[in-house]
């Protein structure tokens, strides 16, 4: 991978960082690392998480959103009962480069949470055949589009 597609992918991951807090869902912490497929991380702050009649949304001990290049998005739960690691993942049938509010709305929906959140104005792109493996100038188009509106 050549160097100038290092960090391409930071300034995405942060908007949609911006865009989970933003519509309530309180982001702990978050990172973009440049491994192979490139990938990143947003935690969200359990202590600060909305409730439903009165329960945590989330009845896990930890919760965030997870992507990657080869992958697209998921959500991560982990719950650690009585010492046994339990780990469930939910992908979103969503656009490898989604919008910050495609990907809102996807963590509201595993939440059971009806959201109207505002069209973001940044467009989902979808690259199924997408590898790191290979250069992909549309693909890289898509994460630069981040980098200059932030």
């Known amino acids: 991978m050549s160097n100038s597609k290092w960090k391409t992918h930071e300034a ?18 978050w990172w973009a690392d440049d491994n192979d ?3 990143g991380w947003i935690g969200f702050d359990m202590d600060k998480q909305g409730r439903i009649d009165g329960q945590p949304i989330w009845a896990y001990e930890e919760v965030g959103v ?6 697209g998005w998921h959500l991560l739960t982990i719950d650690d009962p009585h010492g046994k690691d ?3 993942v939910y992908e979103f049938a969503i656009a490898r480069v989604a919008s910050p509010v495609t990907v809102v709305l996807a963590v509201a929906e ?5 959201l109207e959140v505002a069209d973001d104005g940044h467009p989902d792109a979808d690259f ?7 250069d ?13 509106v932030s």
């Open 37 to 39: 497929p490139r990938d």
């Open 86 to 88: 339990s780990r469930y």
């Open 110 to 114: 595993k939440a059971g949470l009806t």
């Open 66 to 71: 997870g992507w990657s290049e080869d992958r």
């Open 128 to 134: 199924p055949e997408h590898t790191f493996y290979d």
């Open 136 to 148: 992909d100038p549309a693909f890289e188009l898509a994460l630069a589009h981040y980098r200059s």
């Open 12 to 29: 995405y991951i942060g908007a949609v960082s911006e865009a989970l807090d933003a519509a309530g869902f309180k982001v702990d912490d």
